[in-house]
C-alpha cells in the first residue's frame, strides 16, 4: 500500500540558512500534518492543512511557513534556521479532518544545522 | 502539567510475557485515542485506535479505554524482542468545538523485551 513520501531523508544546511521539506500523502488522503521531534522528545505539532486550506497552527515558528498545493502535497518552507531547528521532521494524513480519524506518518526529514 | 502522560519507563518484560503500558489525559473533551510504536530514529508506526470505553483487540494488541478515569492502556501479549520501541500514546480533542485532527503525545514509554 502506498505510504506518506517525505523528502529528502536527510538535509544538512547552515545556520540563517533556508530549507524545504517536501511531503506527499496517501492518495485520497486530504489532510497533511506537520510534527516536529526533537532528540528524546515526543512529536510536537507545528501546523496541518485540510483541502489546500491551513486549519489549525501549533507551535510553529514565524520564520517557518507551509502550504498545500492542488495535488494535496504539502512544503515545509524554514528560514533563517537556528542550531535548535535541528530535529526529525515528520508529515502525516489522513483521509479527513477531525475526531476519529487515522493518522499515517512518513519516514521523515531528519534535519541538521551547524 | 502535561496534557498526555505515560511512564516513562523504561519498562522491560521477558519474552512471552504481557506488558502493559498507561496513559492518563487531562483534558475531558479528549474524544479519540492512539497507541504508536517508535524505533529509534524511525516514524511512529499506528498500532491501534480507541474512540469508546471498553476493550478493543487487534492480534496480541489489546487497547482499554476508560473514559470517567481519563486512562487509557495498551496491552502487548506474547511479547516478543521485535516490539522493543518507545510507545506513543496520542489523542484528539475537541479546540473550541471543532477538531481538526491535531495529535497530542504523551512523552512515550521506552519497553525492552529480553530473550
Known amino acids: 500500500a502506498a505510504g506518506v513520501i517525505q523528502s529528502p531523508r536527510h538535509l544538512i544546511k547552515e545556520k540563517r540558512e533556508t530549507a524545504t521539506l517536501k511531503c506527499y500523502p496517501i492518495?485520497?488522503?486530504?489532510?497533511v500534518y506537520w510534527y516536529q521531534q526533537g532528540p528524546g522528545q515526543d512529536p510536537q505539532f507545528l501546523i496541518s492543512f485540510y483541502e489546500k486550506m491551513q486549519s489549525d497552527k501549533g507551535s510553529i515558528p514565524d520564520r517557518f511557513s507551509a502550504q498545500q498545493f492542488s495535488d494535496y502535497h504539502s512544503e515545509l518552507n524554514m528560514s533563517s534556521l537556528e542550531l535548535g531547528d535541528s530535529a526529525l521532521y515528520f508529515c502525516a494524513s489522513s483521509p479527513r479532518q477531525g475526531l476519529n480519524t487515522e493518522a499515517f506518518f512518513g519516514q521523515g526529514t531528519r534535519l541538521t544545522v551547524v | 502539567q502535561k496534557e498526555v502522560e505515560q511512564n516513562s519507563g523504561p519498562l522491560s518484560v521477558p519474552e512471552g510475557a504481557i506488558a502493559s503500558l498507561n496513559c492518563t489525559y487531562s483534558d475531558r473533551v479528549s474524544q479519540s485515542f492512539f497507541w504508536y510504536r517508535q524505533y529509534s530514529g524511525k516514524s511512529p508506526e499506528l498500532i491501534m485506535s480507541i474512540y469508546s470505553n471498553g476493550d478493543k483487540e487487534d492480534g496480541r494488541f489489546t487497547a482499554q479505554l476508560n473514559k470517567a478515569s481519563q486512562y487509557v492502556s495498551l496491552l502487548i501479549r506474547d511479547s516478543q524482542p521485535s516490539d522493543s520501541a518507545t510507545y506513543l500514546c496520542a489523542v484528539i480533542d475537541y479546540a473550541g468545538g471543532t477538531s481538526y485532527g491535531k495529535l497530542t503525545f504523551g512523552q512515550g514509554t521506552i519497553l525492552t523485551v529480553h530473550p
Open positions: 492518495p485520497r488522503h486530504d489532510t
